[in-house]
């Protein structure tokens, strides 16, 4: 079976301090793996996409994962927390097979709540 | 570049009742998928329509179904509305890929 967690429900950080979401992911393939975000009331916008060129990815506003399939990790860092990165972040797994083309599968969501 | 706009943004539907929601993709995209995100969780994968023709579906009923039109804007028609498919409904639209780009969403409530 596949699947993605999210470790992290709820993640509190101070303004300025470094952010890590950790993300797992399980498969038999070798997936698509994506950061989304959601502010509220919103729709998601792409943070960034592992396509297995590089495992150190870097995305928008700041944001990059690192892919380690030893251990089935896309975790989520910023080295600095902006007020404006209060947000719910959902990592995302696509598998590439016959019956889950294009299929995106989210993991429940970490909650970052960032303080002054 | 147009980005992929949903309406309506809200609608109030009582139990019964059927809905359309619809989706326009963003420009040059012949893909659609829809998901569904209940309160306080991530969304679900409803289906998706490659050129016109349903290509994957989650674990939805058969009275969640779609329409992809060759203008490449869908709709979502959902049946015999229930409380549980109060949600917000986001449809997201991709280009030979599975880099999907998605829209605000429309927020349905059954009452």
């Known amino acids: 079976a596949q699947s993605v967690t999210q470790l992290d429900s709820h993640v509190s950080v101070s303004e300025g301090t470094p952010v890590l979401l950790r993300c797992n992911y399980s498969?038999?393939?070798?997936?698509?793996l994506f950061w989304y975000v959601q502010h509220p009331n919103k729709g998601l916008q792409l943070l960034l996409k592992?396509?297995?060129?590089?495992?150190l990815v870097k995305g928008i506003n700041g944001f990059e994962a690192e892919f380690k399939k030893s251990e089935t990790s896309f975790h989520l860092t910023k080295p600095s927390a902006h007020m404006s990165d209060a947000a719910e972040y959902f990592c995302?797994?696509?598998?590439?097979?016959?019956?889950?083309?294009?299929?995106?599968?989210f993991g429940a969501g970490t909650q970052v709540v960032v303080t002054p | 570049e147009t980005g992929v706009t949903q309406s309506p943004t809200h609608l109030i539907k009582t139990r019964g009742q059927q809905v359309t929601l619809r989706c326009s993709s963003q420009s040059g995209h012949n893909t659609v998928s829809w998901y569904q995100q209940a309160l306080g969780q991530g969304p679900q994968f409803i289906f998706q329509y490659y050129r016109e023709e349903e290509n994957g579906r989650g674990n939805f009923p058969p009275r969640f179904s779609g329409l992809q039109f060759p203008n490449y804007s869908s709709e979502l028609n959902v049946n015999a509305l229930e409380l549980d498919d109060s949600a917000l409904y986001l449809c997201a639209s991709s280009l030979l890929s599975d880099e999907q780009y998605f829209g605000p969403g429309t927020r349905l409530t059954v009452t």
């Open positions: 995302v797994v696509s598998f590439l097979t016959t019956d889950s083309w294009g299929k995106l599968q």
């Open positions: 498969s038999s393939y070798s997936p698509s």
């Open positions: 592992y396509t297995s060129a590089a495992t």
